[in-house]
């Protein structure tokens, strides 16, 4: 298996802007984790799904950031508009086991905000 | 909600000598708890993981024990090697699906 893919690895943007990141999980894993990197407040648990279903939102900053999952392969996470202090890594995470077994990360987004 | 904190931020020990991360959580409920590795410019990866009803577990040169009383938990890594350079993040777990993480240690080996 490929892993965890995400995509785009890196994005520079505008304040002002609409910016969707995207994540492919592993296939068969049926929870599915968004995680924000900081340096100062580490790795931040954004929002989960389970079998495609938002089950935990309420690590999402503000209204401006929103998460979708149509189906078991893709999930999205979108900031609307965007803003400097959203800077920072998002890694999404996929897990077989939900919150009692590993989490397999992906690479990564790094995400500027200008 | 479940709060993980983590000590120290960064560490520096010299290469062969053993290395100590410890973290507190606040939730007694929880009952996993992962340590995970990450390289630059990578995602973590999980290197080692306990669950409640063990006091400590140990794979080659990396260990983890866990007080549940004291709400405690450490991970040691023993006769370190360069490429254990790299940011340790411990993790809770309560069962109800959400990992929080600790803010993590920045590891460097000296040679």
Same mark, same amino acid.
């Given at each position: 298996?490929?892993?965890?893919?995400?995509? $785009?690895?890196?994005?520079?943007?505008?304040?002002?802007?609409?910016?969707?990141?995207?994540?492919? $999980?592993?296939?068969?894993?049926?929870?599915?984790?968004?995680?924000?990197?900081?340096?100062?407040?580490?790795?931040?648990?954004?929002?989960?799904?389970?079998?495609?279903?938002?089950?935990?939102?309420?690590?999402?900053?503000?209204?401006?950031?929103?998460?979708?999952?149509?189906?078991?392969?893709?999930?999205?996470?979108?900031?609307? $508009?965007?803003?400097?202090?959203?800077?920072?890594?998002?890694?999404?995470?996929?897990?077989?086991?939900?919150?009692?077994?590993?989490?397999?990360?992906?690479?990564?987004?790094?995400?500027?905000?200008? | 909600?479940?709060?993980?904190?983590?000590?120290?931020?960064?560490?520096?020990?010299?290469?062969?000598?053993?290395?100590?991360?410890?973290?507190?959580?606040?939730?007694?409920?929880?009952?996993?708890?992962?340590?995970?590795?990450?390289?630059?410019?990578?995602?973590?990866?999980?290197?080692?993981?306990?669950?409640? @009803?063990?006091?400590?577990? *140990?794979?080659?040169?990396?260990?983890?024990?866990? @007080?549940?009383?004291?709400?405690?938990?450490?991970?040691?890594?023993?006769?370190?090697?360069?490429?254990?350079?790299?940011?340790?993040?411990?993790?809770?777990?309560?069962?109800?699906? *959400?990992?929080?993480?600790? *803010?993590?240690?920045?590891?460097?080996?000296?040679?």
């Amino acid at each position: 298996d490929a892993g965890v893919i995400q995509s $785009p690895r890196h994005e520079v943007t505008e304040m002002g802007q609409e910016v969707t990141l995207r994540c492919k $999980p592993i296939s068969g894993h049926n929870s599915l984790f968004w995680y924000r990197q900081t340096m100062m407040r580490g790795l931040e648990l954004l929002i989960y799904f389970n079998n495609n279903v938002p089950i935990d939102d309420s690590g999402m900053p503000e209204d401006r950031f929103s998460a979708k999952m149509p189906n078991a392969s893709f999930s999205t996470l979108k900031i609307q $508009p965007s803003e400097p202090r959203d800077s920072a890594v998002y890694f999404c995470a996929s897990s077989s086991l939900a919150g009692t077994g590993e989490l397999f990360f992906g690479e990564g987004s790094r995400l500027t905000v200008l | 909600g479940e709060n993980v904190e983590q000590h120290p931020s960064t560490l520096s020990v010299q290469e062969g000598d053993s290395a100590v991360i410890k973290c507190t959580y606040s939730d007694s409920a929880s009952n996993y708890f992962p340590w995970y590795k990450q390289e630059l410019g990578k995602g973590p990866q999980l290197i080692i993981d306990i669950r409640s @009803n063990v006091g400590e577990k *140990k794979d080659q040169r990396i260990a983890v024990t866990l @007080n549940k009383t004291a709400k405690h938990f450490s991970l040691h890594i023993t006769e370190t090697q360069p490429e254990d350079s790299a940011v340790y993040f411990c993790a809770a777990s309560s069962g109800d699906d *959400k990992i929080i993480f600790g *803010k993590g240690t920045r590891l460097h080996i000296l040679p």
